[in-house]
């Protein structure tokens, strides 16, 4: 626990001194907000609680896997973790640590957004924050666990970027952050089940447009528990600590 506490605390202190991590959690989320806040005319009717739906679950995933991947990865090629392998810890209070920061991190910016929701664009004041900051925390959680899979897989930032890609963006236009499922065919939207991110844009749909709570999402809350746990699980498994050690082509 001692170990943990205070991995946190140096990450919360290096999350701090960090413009990707400032770009990725505030600037990122809230151009998205302005844009589809101006495309949409947010201002008529209830399209603010669909803009601020939308801008969450996107700000979720640039959260997790740009946030939790590429900075790992990152840490590791300047051989910032092999100064923690000298200590008798293991990868899952480092991993855990990078989880909870994630979290702190990124709640200011769901602050920020219903703040200007509310007062720019008329959205009433939700009535069951407690489920939709809960929700957002298992989200981030489940997010930066999947970042951690990538960080452990790729082998230099160039690789990351690129798989980080591939997942954020099936991610971003299967969960219907962008584009209405129903519009999809059938066997696509089949496939939309199985992403973390769907429950993720469900979840927090159901809570803030329809004053769903925590424990009506059950199905989603599990999901993403589940995904969290796994990530948990395998990053914790294929860890590495130097950027020599070379992770198995039948491993990735």
């Known amino acids: 626990m001692k170990a943990f506490l205070a991995l946190l605390k140096i990450d919360l202190k290096l999350a701090r001194r960090n413009r990707a991590v400032l770009f990725f959690n505030l600037l990122f989320p809230l151009i998205f907000f302005i844009g589809f806040a101006q495309a949409f005319n947010a201002k008529q009717g209830s399209v603010i609680l669909l803009v601020v739906t939308m801008v969450m679950v996107i700000g979720i995933l ?12 990152q ?7 092999r100064r923690y ?10 991993i855990a640590a990078s989880m909870i920061t994630g979290v702190v991190v990124y709640l200011p910016t769901v602050i920020v957004i219903l ?9 009433p004041v939700p009535s069951n924050l407690v489920s939709l900051f809960s929700f957002i925390c298992i989200g ?16 230099t930032s160039q690789e990351a970027t690129i798989l980080i890609q591939l997942i954020y963006m099936p991610m971003l236009f299967l969960s219907g952050a962008t584009f209405p499922i129903s519009l999809f065919p059938s066997w696509l939207q089949i496939v939309a089940q199985f992403i973390p991110a769907s429950y993720l844009m469900i979840g927090i749909s159901g809570i803030l447009q329809h004053g769903e709570t925590l424990a009506q999402n059950w199905k989603s809350v599990s999901a993403l528990l589940v995904a969290a746990a796994t990530g948990l699980f395998i990053a914790t498994k294929i860890f590495r600590w130097e950027k020599e050690e070379k992770l198995r082509a039948s491993a990735k």
């Open 62 to 73: 640039g959260n997790g896997l740009f946030g939790a991947g590429i900075r790992a990865v």
């Open 115 to 123: 703040i200007l929701a509310i007062c720019f664009y008329g959205m």
């Open 140 to 155: 981030v959680l489940a997010f930066r666990a999947i970042g951690a899979i990538v960080a452990a897989v790729v082998n």
């Open 75 to 81: 840490e590791r090629e300047e051989n910032i973790l």
């Open 85 to 94: 392998k000298v200590t008798p810890i293991t990868p899952v209070p480092l």
